[in-house]
Structure formats: C-alpha cells, structure tokens
C-alpha cells in the first residue's frame, strides 16, 4: 500500500495504520482482539468446570475444582479491568 505507514502489533501484525492524510485506521490484530479471545477462552473454562462440578467427585478433588473454578472468575474480573 503506497502512503500507508504501518505499526506493528502483537504477534508482528499490523495493529494501525496511517495514511497520506495522517488519518489512523484499524487494520487488524490488536489488543482488543486480544481481550476478547481471553473472554472466550474464560467462557469455555467456565462451563467446563460448571459442567464437571455436577459431577460426583471425592471430597478433596471437589474442592480443588470449586478453587479453581473461583480462579476462573477471579480472571474475568482482571480482563475488566484491563478492558477499563
């Protein structure tokens, strides 16, 4: 792209460009992208820990889960506050 100057974002894609005119646009990968791919990983923990505490479990290994499951929380909150 001629006149286009780029910046480059995580994992070497681009994250902005800038143009001839000097206006900034969006060109793929950023850190947005990257919060929300973390929500929907957290998601899917969620609901595979959610799934498997409906299980029967011994004692100590159903309390390891239900920690675990509380970490998992714990990070949604972090990417919140990252976000914000």
């Known amino acids: 792209m001629?006149?286009?100057a780029f910046?480059?974002?995580l994992l070497?894609?681009?994250a902005f460009g800038r143009s001839a005119s000097?206006?900034?646009r969006a060109l793929g990968f950023n850190s947005g992208d990257l919060i929300e791919a973390c929500r929907r990983?957290?998601?899917r923990a969620?609901?595979?820990y959610e799934k498997a505490l409906k299980l029967e479990w011994p004692d100590a290994l159903e309390v390891a889960l239900e920690?675990?499951?509380d970490r998992v929380h714990?990070?949604?909150q972090e990417l919140s506050a990252i976000e914000y």
């Open 41 to 43: 990983s957290q998601h």
């Open 67 to 69: 920690a675990q499951h």
């Open 46 to 48: 969620d609901l595979r």
């Open 74 to 76: 714990a990070a949604r």
């Open 2 to 4: 001629a006149g286009v």
């Open 22 to 24: 000097g206006s900034t």
């Open 7 to 9: 910046a480059t974002g």
């Open 12 to 14: 070497g894609q681009p």
